[in-house]
């Protein structure tokens, strides 16, 4: 089994660590799985598949640290230890929580919610942090689409190039605040997607937007 996750290499779901020296900057990566579609860590992987192998106690407990006193709601971790060609491989896997987001503490004590996108760790966006929030609100939101709404979203619509939250706000002469909350609604309906390109979160109207 452990070869056959190997084989397919890091990717949304699935991250390699040679050895975690820091469990700080392991709870960014179980924030960005518990934020996004789940995942597991495969610990004692070096980044070209090879296995190095690690002290299991030291890694789980390392592990652990970072679930709980470092993710802020903690993160249910399932580990289990994996011997294979003489080396201990600790596998953590996470599953996608309910409670988004899971924020992860920095080294300067902040914290700061992450998401997966592809093999990375990225810091969520304010739009997706404005959705998050949204969708603890049983209430619900009601989109008010005026033609001021229209003309903003004509703006998303017939750009060359997708917009970024501060260009978008920028055009449409908005708060930043607004074009956060006016993003997030618009997403929300469908009527608009962020992507992450060239790492910059964008904004482009989708075909029922248009």
Known sequence: MLHRLIAEGEHQQQDFKYE?????????????FANTDGGRLLIGVKD???????RS????????????????????????VH????HNVVIAEVEATEKRPVRAQLEDGKLC???????????????????WREA????????????????LLHLLADAPEPLSLNRFARLGRLPRHRAVQLLAQFIRFG????????????????????
């Open 136 to 151: 603890t609100d049983d209430a619900g939101t009601l989109l008010p689409f005026s033609q001021r709404e229209q003309s």
């Open 113 to 131: 919610a992450f998401v997966r996108i592809a093999d990375e760790n990225i810091v969520a966006s304010p739009v997706q942090m404005a959705l």
């Open 83 to 86: 011997r294979e060609e003489g």
């Open 48 to 54: 070209n598949g090879k296995i190095a192998g690690v």
């Open 20 to 32: 975690i020296s820091d469990a700080r900057k392991i709870a960014r990566t179980l924030s960005a």
């Open 57 to 80: 106690d030291e890694e789980i407990y390392m592990v652990e640290a970072a679930a709980t006193m470092y993710c802020t709601p903690p993160v249910a971790c399932h580990m289990s």
């Open 191 to 210: 009527i608009v997607k962020q992507q992450f390109i060239n790492h910059t979160f964008v904004y482009v109207a989708t075909e029922e937007g248009e």
